[in-house]
C-alpha cells in the first residue's frame, strides 16, 4: 500500500531547503579573515565590512592585521586572509607592473583581469573613495577607486559574498570617509562602522 507524506513535514523540509539556500545562510558556519594594514581607511573600512558581514549573516569575522600594504596583498593571494581593500591604481602599478591611464574604468577592467589570472584573486565592487586618508599624494598622484578583492577560496567557501557586498558599493565617497575617519579619532572604530551602518540602514 502507497504511503501518502505527512503534508506537515513536506512543507517544513521546502521551508528549510529555502532558508539554506538565501544568500545570508550561504555564509554561515565558517571564518572569514579580513586583512588590512596600517593606514586609518584601511582601519575604517576593514570594521565596516566586519560589521556588516556579522550582522548581515552571523558568519565569524576576525580582522587580520599587517604592517605593510605589501604584506597584506601577499596574504589574500596565498588565501591567508578571505577579503582586502585597496586602491585600483595602486595595485596596478604595484603589484601588475602597469601604469595607470588616466580612466579609472578602463584600469579597473585591467586590474581584473592581471588579478584573476596572475594571483587567483576576484576584485568586487568599488566603494565610492578615490583618494588617500589623509591626504599624502604627490603631484597629484590619484590612487584610483578603492574596492574590495576576495581571494578564490573563500568564493567558494562563500559563494553569497559578492552579492552581499554589492549592497556597499558607492556608499563610502570621500566625504563620507572623511567623516568617518573624523569621528573614529575619538571613537572606536567597531562602533563607528555600526553607527554608519544602522544610519544607512545596510544592518
Known amino acids: 500500500m502507497r504511503r501518502i507524506a505527512n503534508p506537515l513535514i513536506v512543507l517544513a523540509a521546502a521551508i528549510a531547503a529555502l ?11 565558517r571564518t572569514i579573515l579580513i586583512g ?11 570594521n565596516i565590512l566586519a560589521v556588516f558581514i556579522d550582522e548581515r549573516t552571523g558568519t565569524t569575522v576576525k580582522l587580520s592585521r599587517f ?15 578571505s ?13 601588475a607592473g602597469e601604469r ?3 580612466d579609472d574604468e578602463k584600469n579597473i577592467a585591467r586590474l581584473k583581469e592581471v588579478l584573476n589570472r596572475k594571483y587567483n584573486v576576484v576584485w568586487l565592487e568599488p566603494f ?40 556597499l558599493r558607492g556608499v563610502l565617497d570621500n566625504e563620507t570617509m572623511a567623516l568617518l575617519l573624523r569621528e573614529v579619532s575619538t571613537s572606536d572604530p567597531k562602533t563607528v562602522a555600526r553607527r554608519f551602518l544602522k544610519t544607512r540602514k545596510l544592518i
Do not use: W
Not at 36 to 46: E, G, R
Not at 83 to 95: A, E, G, N, P, V
Open 19 to 29: 532558508v539554506l539556500s538565501s544568500p545570508a545562510r550561504a555564509c554561515v558556519g
Open 67 to 81: 604592517r605593510t600594504r605589501e604584506e597584506a596583498f601577499d596574504a589574500i593571494r596565498q588565501d591567508k586572509v
Open 128 to 167: 565610492g573613495y578615490d583618494r588617500y586618508f589623509p591626504e599624502k599624494a604627490k603631484n597629484g598622484e590619484r590612487p584610483g577607486q578603492a574596492g574590495v578583492m576576495l581571494c578564490k577560496d573563500a568564493l567558494s567557501k562563500f559563494p553569497a559574498l559578492p552579492k552581499l557586498l554589492g549592497k
Open 83 to 95: 577579503l582586502y581593500t585597496d586602491y585600483s591604481s595602486i595595485l596596478l602599478s604595484k603589484f
Open 36 to 46: 588590512y594594514h596600517d593606514a586609518p581607511d584601511q582601519v575604517m573600512v576593514a
Open 100 to 102: 595607470p591611464s588616466g
